[in-house]
């Protein structure tokens, strides 16, 4: 039945992708038909991209919080209900660039909002030993909607125009929203036990803000994807200046679906023989030289390059999604991707609107020389800003072997903030080994919910050393404990407690309340140290951690 599931989904995003595809087809050639500037033409892309930079996070905390099949009929509906309205707009006449650009906003919005539910659910529908296929499955559902979607818009566009293409968009919505109450999903667990929206927006920030192999990747993802942005913006320029009709202007971007398909089975060839790095700046080279077509080449050989681009495309935007899904831990995935994601495509949305301008400028050709040149630093710059060593490879699963304090009295999950100050006796000679392992160790409390993170040293013995973080709250400790650590995170604890002699003592402190409020006090311990420690000199510097 799973099976099943997954095969009735899989056709359903997929009719959605391409009723996507050919919504973007049928605006961007509405305004080249109206006689609309390059700026204009160019914000179709940046009004249905600009909703990853305001909804990204928020949406992957609804994906970790609510019901994510109910989440995705409800975003499906309400996407289908905006498309027929559009549909009726402009089979009524009353279309204007304004406000064909607000519907590609809204539905940019329904889009965000339920694509990291979409990513979630997969490895839901196929057993485990199944997930890495259906990940290649799931990226043929984007790259083959890229493909047939723009094409099939072009035929339609030429024969039944615009408002039929909105229609067909509208539909896909529609079936989406059928296979998605068909399907019969258990009820999800652990949505009776999640966190407020507000903390786990930010312990998903405060994750990728404190882990460096995610930073490093969502730079690589904003390099690759500022100068990209000008090959899908000014595309249907390009297609005015070869003469191209709809059908040559869907001709143009199913080359660039075409490329990423065939990407998709050569990918994981290349891979074996080269490294990522190699592969994130082959691309980058590929694409210029699509950018480059889109401006000067005719059209038969511009296929063939916009063929090569696609592949290009895929394969960044393969290796990069691949190292950050291996990299990010299980509890803040989704919010990871989110953050991904608001990253890619709100550059690709402020690209899009900064290649119109200049094109509007200097002209399509100068714009499009520019971006390749870009393109080709940004293979360049591989070597000064590669992938991380143990990017997808460390141990990123959860380790539940960490004790559970003993408290003279019972917090409630949203008392805090909590003081948290481990005691180590640590040998003199041990004590650079130490600090040196404590380093990493730091990273990890950041990541995973501590801030205020210092070591300090003891000024009259000489052996003893204070470790010393804040976490917001008493519920955020014990999903710090319970569900945020991973393997490596013990390993890095392991390697500081390897220089210690005898059992860390971990003391754990709350804020004590205000006399007004003393009698009404949840938690009031007999005696509370001072909330912040001595004021002793620390053991290191507070320099960022090394560790992702």
Same mark, same amino acid.
């Given at each position: 039945m799973a099976i099943t599931a997954f095969r009735v989904l899989w056709f359903a995003q997929l009719g959605s992708n391409i009723g996507s595809w050919m919504q973007t087809v049928g605006a961007q050639w509405y305004?080249?038909?109206?006689?609309?500037?390059?700026?204009?033409?160019?914000?179709?892309?940046?009004?249905?991209?600009?909703?990853?930079?305001?909804?990204?996070?928020?949406? #992957?905390? +609804?994906? =970790?919080?609510? =019901?994510?099949?109910?989440?995705?009929?409800?975003?499906?509906?309400?996407?289908?209900?905006?498309?027929?309205?559009?549909?009726?707009?402009?089979?009524?006449? #009353?279309? &204007?660039?304004?406000?064909?650009?607000?519907?590609?906003?809204l539905l940019g919005v329904t889009s965000t909002l339920t694509s990291p539910a979409w990513q979630a659910i997969q490895p839901e529908l196929v057993p485990r030993?199944?997930?890495?296929?259906?990940?290649?499955?799931?990226?043929?559902?984007v790259n083959g909607a890229r493909a047939v979607g723009p094409a099939l818009a072009g035929v339609v566009l030429s024969f039944a125009g615009a408002p039929v293409v909105f229609a067909v968009n509208a539909l896909t919505f529609a079936g989406a929203a059928v296979a998605l109450w068909w399907w019969k999903r258990p009820p999800q667990a652990g949505?009776?036990?999640?966190?407020?929206?507000?903390?786990?927006?930010?312990?998903?920030?405060?994750?990728?803000?404190?882990?460096? +192999?995610?930073?490093?990747?969502?730079?690589?993802?904003?390099?690759?994807?500022?100068?990209?942005?000008?090959?899908?913006?000014?595309?249907?320029?390009?297609?005015?200046?070869? #003469?191209?009709?709809?059908?040559?202007?869907?001709?143009?971007?199913?080359?660039?679906?075409?490329?990423?398909?065939?990407?998709?089975?050569?990918?994981?060839?290349?891979?074996?023989?080269?490294?990522?790095?190699?592969?994130?700046?082959?691309?980058?080279?590929?694409?210029? #030289?699509?950018?480059?077509?889109?401006?000067?080449?005719?059209?038969?050989?511009?296929?063939?390059?916009l063929v090569l681009a696609g592949l290009a495309w895929i394969g960044t935007l393969t290796v990069l999604n691949a190292a950050l899904q291996l990299t990010l831990p299980q509890w803040v995935?989704?919010?990871?991707?989110?953050?991904?994601?608001?990253?890619f495509m709100g550059t690709m949305a402020v690209g899009s609107f900064g290649w119109g301008l200049v094109a509007q400028l200097l002209g399509t050709p100068a714009a499009l020389t520019v971006a390749a040149v870009m393109l080709v630093l940004v293979a360049a710059s591989v070597r000064v800003l590669p992938l991380l060593a143990g990017t997808g490879t460390i141990d990123r699963?959860?380790?539940?072997?960490?004790?559970?304090? &003993?408290?003279?009295?019972?917090?409630?999950?949203t008392d805090g903030p909590?003081?948290?100050?481990?005691?180590?006796? /640590?040998?003199?000679?041990?004590? =650079?080994?130490?600090?040196?392992?404590?380093?990493?160790?730091?990273?990890?409390?950041?990541?995973?919910?501590?801030?205020?993170?210092?070591?300090?040293?003891s000024g009259e013995v000489d052996d003893?050393?204070?470790?010393?973080?804040? /976490?917001?709250?008493?519920?955020?400790?014990?999903?710090?404990?319970?569900?945020?650590?991973?393997?490596?995170?013990?390993?890095?604890?392991?390697?500081?407690?390897?220089? /210690? =002699?005898?059992?860390?003592?971990?003391?754990?402190?709350?804020?004590?309340?205000p006399p007004a409020a003393a009698p009404h006090s949840r938690a009031t311990p007999s005696a509370a140290p001072p909330a912040t420690p001595p004021a002793v000199p620390p053991a290191t510097p507070p320099a960022a951690p090394p560790e992702s």
């Open positions: 305004l080249v038909e109206a006689a609309a500037g390059a700026t204009v033409i160019a914000l179709v892309q940046t009004a249905s991209l600009a909703p990853a930079m305001l909804f990204s996070l928020p949406a #992957g905390v +609804l994906a =970790d919080s609510l =019901d994510r099949r109910r989440l995705l009929i409800v975003g499906s509906v309400v996407s289908g209900v905006v498309a027929a309205v559009l549909t009726v707009i402009a089979a009524l006449g #009353g279309l &204007t660039p304004l406000t064909l650009l607000g519907f590609t906003f030993d199944q997930i890495g296929a259906s990940s290649a499955l799931g990226g043929i559902t949505l009776d036990d999640r966190e407020p929206f507000g903390a786990a927006m930010r312990a998903g920030v405060r994750y990728v803000a404190s882990a460096r +192999l995610v930073r490093r990747i969502l730079l690589r993802s904003a390099l690759f994807a500022l100068p990209a942005s000008a090959l899908w913006a000014l595309l249907p320029v390009t297609a005015t200046r070869l #003469g191209l009709d709809s059908s040559g202007y869907g001709l143009l971007l199913g080359a660039l679906g075409l490329g990423a398909v065939l990407g998709i089975f050569a990918l994981p060839i290349a891979r074996k023989r080269v490294s990522d790095n190699l592969v994130i700046a082959v691309s980058a080279l590929l694409f210029a #030289g699509g950018t480059v077509a889109a401006a000067f080449v005719p059209f038969v050989p511009a296929l063939v390059l995935r989704s919010r990871g991707a989110s953050v991904y994601i608001l990253v699963t959860i380790s539940t072997t960490w004790a559970t304090p &003993t408290l003279v009295f019972e917090p409630g999950p909590v003081l948290v100050q481990i005691a180590y006796t /640590v040998h003199p000679d041990k004590a =650079d080994a130490f600090t040196q392992a404590m380093r990493l160790v730091e990273g990890s409390r950041r990541r995973t919910g501590g801030s205020r993170w210092r070591l300090y040293r003893q050393m204070l470790e010393s973080f804040v /976490v917001p709250s008493w519920g955020e400790y014990r999903r710090q404990q319970t569900e945020r650590l991973t393997g490596r995170d013990r390993q890095m604890r392991d390697a500081a407690l390897a220089a /210690v =002699d005898g059992p860390p003592l971990e003391r754990h402190y709350f804020p004590l309340p």
